[in-house]
């Protein structure tokens, strides 16, 4: 299978899961990636830039090692993508509220030196940001259409609000980063699912 052809079989796979669909507010920083509004008001973020971004972001991280990543999230939505992505890659995680200095501070007992930072929404994960750039560390950042990404280095636009986007962006990156690595080929498909790296609602949190 060409990669043309593959690339095509992955948008077909994606489009469902809402991945392009952002929010009725767009910044500056995003106007590069949104392709038009929906009838609804939504702006749309052009499918084929995120997929490119997704592939800078799989070589970034391959060429600085799993092992020296660590992926934040204060969202809850994004807690099982990402440690389904850390199960899979070997990778740190940091869920929930980070922590000040963990980034900063080497006298504290969480303090952590990694060479690269990914994190879900450059709202809610500001404090890492904070703390990534005044440490020099790269950031790479799923970004929505309303995000301000003035300190995150590779922006992949993206719906981060969405179960099953957030979900979409983490298996993407997963496939993409193992393809880099060399353990998967462009044409193999994945042992895993997106439906594997969703966070999954329970009863409670529907009524």
Avoid: H
């Amino acid at each position: 299978m060409s990669q043309q052809a593959e690339t095509t079989d992955i948008k077909k796979k994606i489009l469902s899961t809402g991945i392009r669909v952002g929010t009725q507010v767009k910044t500056k920083f995003m106007r590069p990636f949104i392709t038009k509004a929906s009838p609804e008001g939504l702006y749309m973020l052009d499918l084929d830039i995120t997929l490119d971004k997704i592939k800078t972001a799989a070589k970034f991280i391959n060429r600085l090692g799993v092992e020296n990543l660590i992926v934040c999230s204060g969202r809850q939505y994004a807690e099982t993508p990402i440690e389904k992505f850390c199960e899979t890659l070997g990778s740190k995680k940091l869920l929930g509220r980070f922590m000040p200095g963990t980034l900063t501070n080497p006298s504290l007992p969480y303090y952590i030196e990694p060479k690269l930072v990914l994190i879900s929404d450059p709202q809610v994960d500001e404090q890492a940001i904070t703390e990534a750039t005044n440490a020099g560390i790269p950031v790479i950042g799923i970004a929505n259409t309303d995000n301000i990404t003035s300190n995150v280095d590779v922006i992949i636009p993206a719906n981060n609000r969405g179960r099953k986007a957030l979900a979409t962006v983490y298996w993407l990156l997963v496939r993409q980063i193992l393809i880099e690595k060399g353990e998967l080929k462009e044409d193999d498909p994945m042992n895993m699912e997106i439906d594997d790296f969703e966070t999954k609602i329970t009863e409670e949190e529907i009524e």
